[in-house]
């Protein structure tokens, strides 16, 4: 693995655990009402165009990261939509 797909993958990996701990607060909490449901709505549609870049690229960094920040954010535009 070269330097650059090491650095894809360490930035991939942080961008996407970050939404770990919202998803957890909202979780416990049941609570969205401070989660901007317009910023999370073109944040996901943002995501799922960079995954399909990825994907058209054959970048597995920005693949995988993608995937997995996707299913994050769908699971918090979910719970604003529920829990509002």
Not at 5 to 27: N, R
Not at 64 to 75: D, E
Request: some cysteine; charged content about 5%.
């Amino acid at each position: 693995m070269n330097l650059i797909a090491l650095l894809g993958l360490v930035a991939a990996t942080c961008t996407t655990i970050s939404f770990v701990p919202q998803v957890v607060q909202i979780l416990k909490t049941r609570n969205t009402k401070s989660i901007s449901l317009g910023m999370y709505i073109l944040f996901t549609f943002g995501i799922v165009c960079w995954l399909f870049y990825g994907i058209f690229l054959g970048e597995a960094p920005l693949i995988i990261g993608n995937a997995i920040t996707l299913v994050f954010a769908v699971t918090i535009l979910i719970f604003k939509i529920i829990y509002k």
